[in-house]
């Protein structure tokens, strides 16, 4: 009964030990799929991301906002001639100068308003540039390289008793449903991003259309502010991603299973609570409000 017992031991830890091998290995690849999809998404401008959702966003702007943009437009020049004839006493002192500045700030309005899209993607394609150079110096150091670990691992496990790789075997489940709830977290704050942009984007004319007077512009410079810290906000969760990078090439090296597992669900938990912290920090630096 002695070899039935034994035989029933190393079979039950062999299956254990394959599990835990498999869980580890799959723990590794979704994160680095995940890492890598960051840097994919971020690095691309809103037309590009998903261009049906883009155009149908530019139509409904074009369509339904510009002429609302329109009417405001008028409103804030009518605002803007009437306080430039009372501001000199009533015509009394009135420069004829004045009519001259108030038509090229017409043209200047009017051309920013039919330009919207173009002044837009002019500000996204700024913050890409910068975005695409900073996953360049990245690019190739992304991934955490778990051979190190994966090649020492299966002897720590067989040192190991039945029990422990029971629990070890429970501590890997967990881990695992703990960071996929990490990966649907950065997922949602990447494509939230994208859905924020589309947003912002659509209703793009209204602010835009305010700028000719300087009270009204308020309205359109801190749309431009927030325009800004969301195109930026890119590169912040490139230089996220990249220290996220250099952290985990650490992790392979450390002296245990255990102390592999939560270094790797520690820096990713790190991970997802800088990339939720990007926006205010954007927003912040480019005093949008």
């Excluded at 998903?50 to 906002?65: G, Q």
């Excluded at 015509?91 to 051309?111: G, P, Q, S």
């Excluded at 996929?180 to 977290?185: A, E, F, G, K, R």
């Amino acid at each position: 009964m002695d070899w039935l017992f034994g035989w029933l031991t190393d079979w039950i830890k062999q299956g254990l030990i394959d599990g835990i091998m498999a869980r580890f290995a799959g723990l590794y690849d979704a994160i680095n799929a995940e890492v890598g999809n960051i840097a994919a998404n971020v690095g691309q401008t809103p037309g590009d991301w998903n261009p049906p959702v883009f155009n149908m966003v530019r139509t409904l702007s074009e369509t339904a906002v510009i002429p609302v943009a329109g009417m405001i437009l008028t409103f804030v020049l009518c605002y803007e001639l009437i306080q430039l004839i009372i501001e000199k006493n009533n015509m009394h002192e009135f420069d004829t100068f004045n009519i001259y500045k108030w038509i090229f700030k017409t043209f200047v309005a009017v051309y920013i308003l039919t330009h919207t899209f173009d002044i837009v993607m002019g500000v996204f394609a700024l913050a890409q540039n910068v975005i695409n150079t900073s996953a360049g110096v990245i690019s190739g150091s992304l991934e955490v390289n778990a051979g190190a670990a994966l090649a020492t691992l299966e002897a720590q496990l067989q040192a190991m008793g039945i029990w422990e790789l029971m629990g070890l075997f429970l501590e890997t489940f967990l881990i695992n449903i703990c960071l996929w709830i990490l990966m649907i977290c950065i997922f949602v704050i990447i494509f939230g991003r994208m859905i924020e942009i589309y947003l912002t984007v659509s209703i793009a004319p209204i602010p835009l259309a305010t700028m000719a007077n300087r009270e009204w512009g308020q309205i359109g410079n801190n749309y431009l502010k927030a325009l800004f810290a969301l195109a930026f906000q890119g590169f912040l969760i490139m230089v996220c991603v990249a220290i996220y990078a250099i952290l985990v090439q650490t992790i392979p090296d450390a002296a245990s299973v255990h102390a592999a597992i939560w270094g790797t669900v520690g820096y990713t938990v790190l991970l997802a609570f800088a990339l939720f912290k990007t926006s205010s920090l954007s927003k912040s630096l480019f005093s949008a409000h």
